[in-house]
C-alpha cells in the first residue's frame, strides 16, 4: 500500500480510510468534462453558431472513434457530438500559440514586486 492511497488511522488496528476512490474521481473527471462541453455549446449558442441549423455534414469515420468520443463527452446523440467537436474547434482561443509568440515580449528590467 502507497502513502497516497490508504491512511491509517491511529488506535484502530488495520481499518483504514482511503483519500479517494477510484469511483468518485471518475465521476468527478465526468462532471469535469460535462462541465466543459456546456460551456463551449453556451459560447457557441451566445456566438450565433447555433441559431440556425441549415447546413449538413455527411462523413464516414470509425465506429471505435465514434464510441470513445461518446463514451469521454458523454454525449448520445451523433448531432451533438458533432456539433461540441465544431464548436470546439471554431471557438479555440490558440493560448498556446499566443503565448509562444510572445515569449520574450516582457521588458527583463521590469519590476515585477517580489
Do not use: C, H, W, Y
Not at 469511483?23 to 449558442?45: G, T
Not at 470509425?62 to 469521454?72: E, F, N, P
Not at 463527452?73 to 509562444?100: C, H, I, K, Y
Amino acid at each position: 500500500m502507497t502513502k497516497t492511497a490508504v491512511r491509517m488511522r491511529r488506535g484502530r488496528g488495520a481499518v483504514g480510510k482511503r483519500t479517494r476512490t477510484l469511483p468518485k474521481l471518475a465521476e468527478k473527471l465526468q462532471v469535469r468534462r460535462l462541465a466543459r462541453i456546456k460551456a463551449v455549446l453556451q459560447r457557441a449558442e451566445e456566438s450565433g453558431l447555433r441559431a440556425e441549423k441549415d447546413g449538413r455534414i455527411a462523413g464516414r469515420v470509425s465506429t471505435d472513434l465514434i464510441k470513445k468520443a461518446k463514451a469521454r463527452t458523454g454525449l448520445m446523440s451523433d448531432t451533438e457530438l458533432v456539433e461540441f467537436a465544431l464548436a470546439n474547434v471554431a471557438l479555440e482561443d490558440n493560448f498556446a500559440e499566443t503565448f509562444r509568440k510572445t515569449r520574450g515580449t516582457v521588458d527583463p528590467t521590469l519590476k515585477l514586486g517580489f
